[in-house]
């Protein structure tokens, strides 16, 4: 039997060394982790690597013909959410977790997309009221779970409640800076993926 597929996404300029821990103890929970780090820093715009998701999604659920759970860290939680509801991957999540990632935009953000939001767009697309913001606070489709961590300590976010959906099955305050929290909250991460109780998987689904 195949495994269930977990996909990280990592934020802004990171790579996958924020989930080595995180990844080691999916695996060792019975899930396939798979990452996604976009490699240039900036990003210019998070809506194609939202497309690129959704394509990649698609092709995980095929070939373990469950549907995949998505771990987005910072914008790749922003990244997650915005190909779950904008991108076609609907059909091929059932549960996405977000780790500090600011869907009310955060004062950083502000202060960059003044200075340098010509150039790179997603510092506007982050600033606080921004269209594309407003659009990732949307509710999540029927039986699709989402889970947001906030840090207590996180300065770039400004705080735990920017990091909150109001649309979220749990919004949950983890004692840690931004750098720290995909370390600090993996265990609670890993139970979250692991509790498929209230929306067992369909072994003869076609994806």
């Not at 924020?18 to 210019?44: S, T």
């Not at 991108?87 to 202060?111: E, W």
């Not at 800076?177 to 498929?196: G, M, N, T, Y």
């Amino acid at each position: 039997m195949a495994r269930k597929r977990v996909l990280l996404i990592q934020g802004m300029g990171g790579s996958w060394i924020m989930f080595p821990r995180l990844a080691w103890k999916i695996w060792r929970a019975g899930f396939l982790p798979k990452f996604y780090a976009p490699e240039f820093w900036p990003i210019a715009n998070w809506r194609p690597h939202a497309q690129a998701v959704a394509a990649l999604c698609r092709q995980l659920a095929h070939d373990s013909h469950k549907p995949v759970a998505v771990i987005g860290y910072s914008m790749g939680g922003l990244i997650a959410v915005d190909a779950l509801l904008n991108h076609g991957a609907v059909a091929y999540i059932d549960t996405v977790i977000a780790i500090g990632s600011p869907f009310y935009g955060t004062p950083v953000a502000n202060l960059a997309a003044k200075l340098f939001g010509r150039w790179y767009p997603s510092l506007q697309q982050m600033s606080k009221k921004s269209p594309e913001m407003a659009a990732l606070c949307a509710p999540p489709p029927f039986n699709k779970r989402l889970y947001c961590f906030g840090g207590r300590y996180d300065l770039l976010v400004w705080g735990p409640m920017n990091a909150h959906h109001p649309f979220a099955d749990k919004n949950i305050v983890v004692p840690a800076s931004h750098l720290l929290l995909p370390f600090v909250a993996e265990e609670q991460i890993v139970a979250l993926i692991k509790d498929d109780k209230i929306f067992p998987v369909d072994e003869n689904r076609e994806f």
